[in-house]
């Protein structure tokens, strides 16, 4: 079955950097596009970021966009956040989540469980 692990989260002070791990299994991981997904403590879902299935396009929401990037290494079959210059609201739950598709059309079909980064002093 579909299998999507998060790791590296964890406890980091504003300005400091974190890379995000998600690793895929159970289906053909170089044919979907990926994207990165957080919840903030009491607040809703925010999209952060998608990567499409080649790894040669991504989009970024505004409140990320510069510091984080988002990659993807296909034949390890991991999706990857590196995340740089934090700051408390960026701390939340992060998502690693599958397309069913190698572009962001259509939806999100899987999600994983997710991994807890808190940016605090």
């Known amino acids: 079955e579909v299998q999507l692990v998060e790791s590296g989260g964890g406890l980091v002070q504003p300005g400091g950097s974190l890379r995000l791990s998600c690793a895929a299994s159970?289906?053909?991981?170089?044919?979907?596009?990926m994207s990165w997904v957080r919840q903030a403590p009491g607040k809703g879902l925010e999209w952060v970021s998608v990567?499409?299935?080649?790894?040669?396009?991504?989009i970024y929401a505004d409140s990320v966009k510069g510091r984080f990037t988002i990659s993807r290494d296909n034949a390890k079959n991991t999706l990857y956040l590196q995340m740089i210059s934090l700051k408390p609201e960026d701390t939340a739950v992060y998502y690693c989540?599958?397309?069913?598709?190698?572009?962001?059309?259509?939806?999100?079909?899987?999600w994983g469980k997710g991994t807890l980064v808190t940016v605090s002093s």
């Open positions: 989540t599958k397309w069913n598709s190698y572009w962001y059309t259509g939806g999100m079909d899987y």
């Open positions: 159970g289906f053909t991981f170089s044919s979907y596009a």
């Open positions: 990567i499409n299935s080649g790894g040669g396009i991504t």
